[in-house]
């Protein structure tokens, strides 16, 4: 099966986050870990944030966790 790199990127995304139980990770974590474009990243989680599988936290602490178990 052949994925399309949006939807590779947010399941690298929802499992980036779903190890990390609970706490908050940022963009650019991810993007490092992962070798991803940040740009790219930020749209991947904005959609993920609507569609409600992620919790974004805006500001200078903020980041992604899971909002579903």
Known sequence: MR????TDYALRVLV??????????????????????????TKVVHQLGRA?????VRGKYGGVRLLRR
Request: aromatic share 6%; net charge negative.
């Open 3 to 6: 994925l399309t790199l949006h």
């Open 16 to 41: 980036h986050v779903g190890l990390r139980g609970g706490e908050l990770v940022t963009i650019t974590e991810i993007a490092e870990c992962y070798g991803i474009s940040k740009n790219h990243l």
């Open 52 to 56: 409600g599988y992620l919790e974004t």
